[in-house]
């Protein structure tokens, strides 16, 4: 069963790569994704996320530590169901402007990731597969940056379409065949003006029509041929050549910031598989979150996070170390993450997050379980990009003192984590280091 | 970098009332639209937008529009589409051009060309 699971996860990851990943357009904007699904089981070398937009679908992998010797346990992939159905009420200057409305349909991501865990009950290795649906409320506004960047892209935009304007006009302008439809059309016109019902005038018209379309497509696939001698043409063409140049070399520079105030929220739930089966699956976790905050030109950013969680024991060890069943447990976690994006690579960041248990005094007394205690965590992270999808992250700090996997309190963890992302482009200002 | 063209016959009424277009780019793509109406170039447009006076019904007639609209691909989409709409005229005339981007694209055009008879 958990071949069978693995094959399924790997089969649907590479077809759907390969089906849906649109990765022939050279912009940088995909960044290393943060994924709720990770968030939420745990993976993710930071509790808090930053921001960022969406694609439309991408798929990650992460492999902490053991010198990145072994096969990665851990992988998610995320849809933007927006774009996924086309997107097609989507307008430019949606991403330019900040409305929650449109934010959140066009961020809402829906994503699934799987990891390993051990069963504190006999050490077993099991799945957990994790759910989280989050959207941004209000995303940051664009930089001068950008607004400098797309008055360009726009102005050679126009250099571009007037040549293929200049093109079709010369064309056409000389060509015999095509200006005969184009006077066959006027003296319709004086017809169907008397008779605007006459169907056959009609017909007629929308026959001529397509010749011209027809005409107009093949002198413009003449003109395009290498070996044309028209000093004009070639004029226009070069004209033409100047202008995507440059265009081209526009659209590759656009990894632009997103900056200001910035909230986001997200929903996500983990199903435990504990002898790797479906049929004995159970909800162990429910998770909502809210992170906000505020993202400077210069690079530093504070986030806070609040969040709440139920964890759902179906088989917990109590004091006595004999099993009981069906212990509940909540936790409100409170936080704030500072970092600083030292350079275009290297993002440094510091996170701390206090807990607070939520849990019935009487059930856990009943059943021999001592009270969890209200905890902290606080972590270093230097992350550095080593790829256009890749990121290095270095973590440093005390995790959560969790008694119920009876690690020492004062747990130090430091960990490598390498987090690789595949998937299309994205609008723009992502960031999520 | 592809290139579709689309032409397109108005019928003009015998009347001075305005004829207007409206060019509308879909899938969230950055754009520009240029016009060289009887060879001359009109002010470009950037994105989407709404009724563009050209002229009027007796004023247009035998006249020809080359309407391109050079669209690149910004959005995490390879559906691409642009409407073009124009009012006024006999009939309202609404013409969708659509051009997936593909291989390598970054920027396609959309090209019309207006017949006004």
Known sequence: MKKLVLSAIAFWTIYTVKGQTDSSISLNQLQVPSTPAFTILGVSPNDIERPKNPTDFAVSLSNASQNFTVIPKSYAAEVAPFWILGGKSARYKDFEEDKPGKNILQTAVFSIGTTTSHSEVDSSEFYQIGMALKFSIFRGSLTDEFKHWNDSLHQYLGAYAMTTNRLYDYLISNDKAYNALRDSINVLGDLIRANPNNSALNSQLASLTNRMTDRSAALYQQANDPGTKDSTINQIKADAKTSLDILTHLVAQTDFKRIGWKWDFALGMVLDYPDQTFENAYLSKLAAWTTFGYESEKGWSVLGLVRGTGDFFHQKLNDNNVLVNDINIGEIDYGLRIYDDVTPKLTLSVEAIWRKPIYSKSKLSDNNISAPQATNRYVFTASYKVGKNQNLAFTYGKNFDNSFIKKSPGDMIAALSLIMGFGSTRPFGGSSN | ?117
Not at chain 2, 16 to 36: M, R
Not at chain 2, 73 to 81: H, L, R, S
Request: include cysteine.
């Open chain 2, 1 to 117: 970098m592809a290139n579709k063209v689309t032409n397109v016959t108005i019928i003009t009424s015998n009347t001075n009332d305005p004829i207007t277009l409206s060019v509308d780019i879909l899938y969230g793509h950055a754009a520009t639209t240029t016009f060289l109406l009887n060879h001359i170039a009109l002010p470009p447009k950037q994105d989407s937008f709404s009724d563009m006076l050209l002229g009027t019904n007796n004023g247009l007639r035998h006249n020809t529009l080359i309407v391109t609209t050079a669209v690149a691909k910004k959005a995490p989409t390879t559906n691409c589409e642009v409407d073009y709409t124009i009012d006024g005229a006999l009939a309202q005339s609404v013409t969708q051009s659509i051009l997936p981007f593909n291989g390598t694209d970054t920027v396609n055009t959309h090209t019309i060309i207006y017949s006004f008879i």
